[in-house]
């Protein structure tokens, strides 16, 4: 079946966006799209065509990061095993404050905001608020079942994801080496879901 205008091949895409990210995260958000577009193996009227803008481009590459960071929430058996869920949750989200290609990006972000507040809005909605909301469904999904008692669902997402976070981001945005290993992202991302568990039990 041919595809409607402005759809384009899920493995173009997602080389599209894997491009951004390499592209970005060396050059900034200001990156060319030529040079994103050259990387993918794509034309750069195919990524205007798919995406309209570099905002957008750069919605899509946090909704993409967002998903795989809340995945733990929506796995199978989740929503029974809240410490297991929440643990695995802080465990990708403090990889990504630690993984340099995705802290560039966001580095960069940073830096260029006043630039192109389009494109900083669109990765704070599609990246960290997006994220926070739906930790905030999963808890408000625990607290009606019983599991949890968190009467402010959204609020207690952002006191979960400082406290994973902490100041590693800051570190991170400042491009100080933080030293995080597995091992210590996982004792850190275990003690953070025991404490919250602890002072949200019902």
Do not use: W
């Not at 994103?36 to 990061?65: C, D, F, P």
């Not at 630690?98 to 560039?104: D, I």
């Not at 009606?144 to 800051?170: H, K």
Request: with cysteine.
């Amino acid at each position: 079946m041919p595809r409607v205008a402005g759809q384009i091949d899920v493995s173009k895409n997602e080389a599209i966006l894997d491009a951004a990210v390499e592209v970005m995260g060396e050059r900034g958000v200001s990156a060319p799209l030529d040079e994103i577009a050259r990387r993918a193996g794509v034309s750069k009227q195919t990524i205007y065509n798919h995406y309209g803008s570099k905002a957008e481009l750069v919605r899509a590459l946090s909704a993409r990061r967002v998903h795989e960071i809340t995945a733990p929430l929506e796995a199978a058996g989740a929503a029974e095993n809240p410490a297991e869920a929440l643990a695995a949750f802080a465990r990708i989200l403090l990889d990504a404050v630690y993984r340099p290609k995705g802290a560039g990006l966001y580095r960069t972000a940073i830096v260029h905001a006043h630039e192109m507040p389009d494109v900083a809005r669109a990765m704070f909605e599609a990246g960290p608020q997006a994220s926070r909301a739906r930790l905030a469904e999963f808890l408000a999904l625990e607290t009606r079942a019983g599991r949890l008692d968190c009467p402010n669902p959204l609020e207690a997402a952002e006191f979960f994801g400082g406290m994973v976070i902490g100041s590693y981001q800051t570190a991170m945005l400042l491009g100080i080496p933080i030293g995080l290993d597995d091992a210590r992202i996982d004792h850190l991302a275990g003690e953070a879901a025991k404490r919250f568990l602890r002072a949200y039990a019902p």
